[in-house]
C-alpha cells in the first residue's frame, strides 16, 4: 500500500499511482477528490448543526468554566476600559479567542454561548473533511468513510463542537497539517517542487495556528519541521528550488514561539509568565493543592502519567470499555504502518502521546476520570487529541485485516466493513446514553459555580443601568455575562492600573462593589471599607460567599475617575 506521486492538476493534490486491493470492491488507495470530500463535509455540518440545536435546548454550551472564560476574554478584547491585545491574557494561547472576538461582542451571543459555537462548529466540519481525505491516502473509500465516522460520531467532538472549548480548532489544524505534510513528502519525493513550495508556505500558516491555540501545537510544530527539512535534506535538488519557501517555513515555524515569548514579556514583565506566572499551570496546581496533601497520581511517575492519559484517550474515543479495543487495533494500525511504510508522516498524529504524559509527570497538568484513582473528574477533554490517531490507524488495521480475511473467506471480508459502520453507530448510542465523559465532566464539575453565578447575575442585575462595579472577574466572569453587563462597566485585574487604584479606595472609585471571599476586592474592603454599606451576602454550595456593598461616596469622588 505504497503511495507514488505524480504531476499534479492545479485543482487537486499531487497523484499517487493508486494500489488496488483484491476482490474488496472499490480497492483504489489514492487522495481524495474534491467532489468526494464535500458529502462528507456536508453530512459533518448536518451532524454539527444537529449537535447545536441538542445542546442548546439542554443548555450544555456554558457548562464548562473554560467556556465562560474563554468567551469572557474574546468578549473584554473590545468591551473593557482598556481595550486591545493586553486583554487576551498572558497563558490561554490568543488564536480561539480572537477568532470568538467578533461574535461575542453581540450580547446575546456571549450570553448564551453561540459566540463560541460558531467557531467550533466549522472547526469540526474541517476536522472532519481533513480526516476522510487523509485516510483516503491511506486506505480504500470505504474504509476511509468508517475513519471519518468514527471520528465525526464522537459523542464527545460533538459535545465540544458546540462550546468555546479549544479542543475542535485544534483538531482541525492538526489534522490538515498532517495531511498537508503527507502531500508535502510525497512531492518531495516525486521533485513537484511548486507543489512542494506551496504546501511549505500552507503548512508554516498552520503551524503558526497551532502554536497560537494550544501548546501541545509547538511540539507538534517543532515536530513537522523536523519532518520536512529531513525529507528535504534527502534531496538536495528540491532544496535548491524551494530554497525560499523553505526559509518563509522556517521562520515562521520560529515565529510563533518568539512571538509568544514577546507578549509575555512586553505585557506581564516575564516571558515566561504563562509558565511561572499567577495564572499558569503550576500556580493553579499550586494554590488548589490542599496544605499537606500530596501530588496528584502520575507527577513526577511518566508511567502512571501514560496509564492516566491513554485511559481518557480510550474512554474519549469509545462507550464503555471498548476503548481497549480500540486503541489495540490503533497500536496494531501503527506498527503495520511503520514495518510496511506507508505514509510515515501520518506518525506526526500520535505527537500528542508523548506530550501529555510529559505535561501529566512534570508540567502541574493533573487527569482525573471515574475509572481511576481517585474517580473524579478533571482534564479528561485532554484525551480527545489521540482520536484523529485512533480514527485513522484503526481503520488502517482494520483495511489490512480485510485484505488478509479476503483471501481466505471472500463473504466475510464484505461484511467487514458494515458490521464496522455499525458497531460506530451502536458505539455512539452508548456513550449518548450513558452521558459522555466530557459532557459528565462538564455537568458535575458546574454544578455550584453555575447556581452561584447565576444567584450574583439577579443581584447585579437589579443596579442601575451602567453603574461602575468594582469585581474580580477572572473567577465569577459568568454573572457578568448571565446579567449581560458590559465589562467596561467594571473595574477589574484586567486593567491594572485604575484596579490598584480603586482597591485603595473602593467607595470612591465605584458604585457597587462586589468582594468574594479570598480575592482581592475582599481584601480591599477589609482595609478600607469607610464608605460602605453591605447590601447582601450570597453563599451556595462548594463555593465562596459574595458580600455586596453599595457605595455611599462614589457620587463625591473626581470627575476623572467616572467611566
Given amino acids: 500500500m505504497t503511495t507514488r506521486g505524480r504531476k499534479a492538476a492545479k485543482s487537486e493534490p499531487a497523484k499517487l499511482n493508486p494500489v488496488v486491493l483484491n476482490g474488496t470492491g472499490d480497492g483504489e488507495v489514492r487522495p481524495a477528490t474534491r467532489e468526494e470530500t464535500f458529502p462528507v463535509a456536508m453530512a459533518a455540518l448536518v451532524l454539527g448543526f444537529l449537535a447545536l440545536v441538542v445542546c442548546i435546548q439542554k443548555g450544555y454550551l456554558l457548562l464548562y468554566g473554560d467556556a465562560v472564560a474563554h468567551l469572557g476574554i ?53 476536522a472532519v473533511a481533513g480526516i ?12 476511509a468513510f468508517a475513519a471519518a465516522g468514527f471520528f465525526a460520531l464522537n459523542a ?48 508554516s500558516l498552520l503551524i503558526l495556528a497551532a502554536v497560537f491555540t494550544r501548546y501541545d501545537g509547538w511540539i507538534l510544530g517543532a515536530a513537522v519541521w523536523c519532518v520536512l527539512t529531513w525529507q528535504l535534506a534527502q534531496r538536495r535538488d528540491v532544496w535548491r528550488s524551494v ?63 501514560l496509564v492516566l492519559y491513554t485511559r481518557s484517550a480510550q474512554v474519549d474515543a469509545a462507550a464503555w470499555e471498548t476503548g481497549f479495543g480500540v486503541m489495540a487495533a490503533a497500536l496494531a494500525g501503527l506498527v503495520l504502518a ?91 448510542i452508548a456513550m449518548m446514553y450513558k452521558v459522555p465523559l466530557v459532557l459528565k465532566e462538564a455537568e458535575v464539575n458546574s454544578t455550584t459555580r453555575v447556581a452561584f453565578e447565576k444567584s450574583l447575575a439577579q443581584v447585579l442585575d437589579s443596579f442601575p443601568p451602567g453603574s461602575p462595579i468594582l469585581m474580580y472577574n477572572s473567577s465569577f466572569i459568568g454573572a457578568l455575562q448571565d446579567a449581560g453587563i458590559p465589562l467596561r462597566q467594571t473595574i477589574n485585574e484586567e486593567d491594572q492600573q485604575s484596579w ?64
Fill in 500 to 563: 490598584q487604584i480603586a482597591l485603595n479606595a473602593p467607595a470612591e472609585h465605584a458604585a457597587y462593589v462586589v468582594a468574594i471571599a479570598g480575592d482581592a476586592v475582599s481584601d480591599a474592603v477589609q482595609k478600607h471599607p469607610d464608605g460602605l454599606t453591605e447590601l447582601t451576602i450570597l453563599c451556595t454550595t462548594g463555593q465562596p460567599c459574595a458580600r455586596i456593598y453599595q457605595s455611599n461616596k462614589f457620587g463625591n469622588a473626581p470627575s476623572s475617575t467616572h467611566p
Fill in 338 to 428: 511503520i514495518r510496511r511504510r506507508v505514509a510515515l508522516a501520518s506518525l506526526l498524529l500520535w505527537v500528542p502521546l508523548p506530550f501529555y504524559i510529559y505535561a501529566v509527570a512534570y508540567g502541574s497538568v493533573p487527569i482525573f476520570i471515574p475509572q481511576l484513582y481517585p474517580h473524579s473528574y478533571y482534564n479528561s477533554r485532554y484525551g480527545m487529541e489521540m482520536l484523529p490517531a485512533f480514527a485513522v490507524f484503526t481503520f488502517f488495521a482494520a483495511a489490512w485485516a480485510q485484505e488478509w480475511v479476503n483471501k481466505r473467506q471472500p463473504l466475510a471480508a464484505r461484511l467487514m466493513q458494515p458490521i464496522a459502520i455499525l458497531l460506530i453507530v451502536l458505539s455512539t
Fill in 243 to 305: 530554497s525560499t519557501s523553505f526559509v518563509v517555513f522556517t521562520l515562521l515555524t520560529v515565529a510563533g514561539p518568539v512571538g509568544w515569548f514577546a507578549y509575555n514579556q512586553h505585557f506581564f514583565h516575564d516571558w515566561l509568565d504563562f509558565m511561572r506566572g499567577p495564572y499558569s499551570a503550576a500556580a493553579i496546581d499550586k494554590r488548589t493543592t490542599p496544605p499537606g496533601a500530596g501530588h496528584y497520581r502520575g507527577w513526577h511517575n511518566p508511567l502512571w502519567a
Fill in 132 to 143: 476522510y481525505r487523509l485516510s483516503r491516502r491511506m486506505m480504500t473509500a470505504a474504509w
Fill in 156 to 203: 464527545n467532538l460533538l459535545y465540544l463542537s458546540t462550546t468555546a472549548m479549544t479542543e475542535p480548532l485544534f483538531l482541525a489544524i492538526v489534522i490538515w497539517m498532517v495531511l498537508l505534510t503527507m502531500e508535502c513528502v510525497d512531492a518531495i519525493n516525486v521533485a513537484e517542487t511548486a507543489l512542494v513550495s506551496r504546501r511549505l508556505i500552507f503548512i
Fill in 74 to 126: 474574546a468578549r473584554r478584547i473590545l468591551d473593557s476600559r482598556n481595550p486591545g491585545l493586553v486583554q487576551l491574557g498572558g497563558v490561554w494561547l490568543p488564536l480561539p479567542h480572537l477568532l470568538m472576538a467578533p461574535f461575542a461582542q453581540k450580547m446575546e451571543w456571549w450570553q448564551n454561548g453561540l459566540a463560541g459555537a460558531w467557531p467550533s462548529l466549522v472547526s469540526y466540519i474541517f
